[in-house]
C-alpha cells in the first residue's frame, strides 16, 4: 500500500484500481482446464476463444458421432498400424495447448496493467519531487 500524499491522491486511487484489474493465472488455467478456451475468454481473448470453441465443437462431435474410445484408438491406430491418423496426438496437443494459451493470455493481460501502474508511479514520483524540491529549495526547478 502506498504512503498516500494530497497531491497524489487521485493516482494512487487510479494505481489501486488497476490492482484489483489484474487477473489470476491459476484461474485461467483451471477454467480451461475444465471448458477449454473458457480461460482465454476470462484473459480478454475473443478471437482466439471462438476458434477453440469451434475446434472443440468438432472433437465433441467427433466423440459423440463414432464414440469415445474409438476417436482415441482411431489416433492410436497410428502407432500401432501405421496409419496415416493423428488424431489421439492433435486432441491431446491442442488441450495443452489450450492450457498454455490460457496463462499466456493473462500473463499479457497483467503485463499491459503492470505497464499502466508504472506511467501512474512515473507521475506520482514527479509529483512527490516537485513537492520535495518546493519545499527543500523554495523553487521550481
Do not use: C
Amino acid at each position: 500500500m502506498l504512503k498516500s500524499f494530497p497531491e497524489t491522491l487521485e493516482i494512487d486511487k487510479k494505481i489501486e484500481a488497476l490492482e484489483i484489474k489484474k487477473k489470476s493465472e491459476g484461474k485461467a488455467f483451471l477454467l480451461s482446464l475444465f471448458f477449454p478456451g473458457a480461460g482465454t475468454l476470462y484473459g480478454g481473448d475473443w478471437v482466439v476463444f471462438i476458434i477453440m470453441f469451434l475446434i472443440n465443437a468438432f472433437i465433441i462431435f467427433l466423440f459423440l458421432r463414432i464414440g469415445f474410445w474409438r476417436t482415441i484408438f482411431w489416433g492410436l491406430s497410428y502407432y500401432l498400424v501405421g496409419n496415416d491418423n493423428y488424431a489421439f496426438t492433435t486432441v491431446i496437443g491442442f488441450y495443452f495447448f489450450n492450457l498454455w494459451h490460457a496463462g499466456h493470455t493473462v500473463e499479457r493481460y497483467n503485463f499491459s496493467i503492470r505497464m499502466e501502474i508504472e506511467d501512474f508511479e512515473r507521475k506520482r514520483t514527479g509529483i512527490l519531487m516537485e513537492k520535495y524540491r518546493k519545499e527543500k529549495y523554495g523553487q521550481n526547478n
